[in-house]
């Protein structure tokens, strides 16, 4: 008989952390590949090697596991751009070959990354049956407001002009991901190093036009 889910107004066990590592990981594979409605808690349990209860005891059930996980992967996602930014666009750096090294090193890392793409589509997918996911899509995101803090520092400089550095880190992202991004959510055939330079090249000559400052 399976066990009905956790009483949720008991407080969730922490628990082990490497157990809830590999419950998310198991969880996040089998959510994947299977759909939010079709995934079932045994599977997950069976893929982590814990029991079902440990995982009721932790997560309480499994839309909470669901929603939980999602956000774990895209605060993992937003932690790795944001040292990806520092890496290729410091704020003292130099404004067009860091704009280059960042949109090559982020266009690189959406056309190359089958999880991201597969956690894309499966949000896109079931973001209607749940609100806190429906917000994450709508919006900017935390990686969209880190690359407009950015930015915000280059105009400070006196090398861009932005009166809206959200909106500017918007277009900045569209322009250099938007073609890859696309690409990579339906399954189609990888773009090759030389067309993503010329991908990226082109957003970034753009974007400099639409937001350095008149040189007249």
Known sequence: ?????????????????????AIERAALAVFVREGYARASVDAIAAEAGVSKRTIYDYYGDKERLFVGVLTDTIEASDAV?????????PADGDLPSGLLAFGREFATAVARSPERAAVMRLMIAEAHHFPALLRQLQGAGATQRMLATRLATFADRGLLDLPDPLEAAGHLGALVTNAVSLRSLIGADLVDEAELDQIVTSGVRVFLRAYRPDRD
């Open 1 to 21: 008989m399976p066990l009905p889910p956790a009483n949720t107004d008991r407080p969730l066990r922490q628990g082990s952390a490497d157990k809830r590592a």
């Open 81 to 89: 751009f944001s040292a990806l930014l520092d890496r290729t666009l």
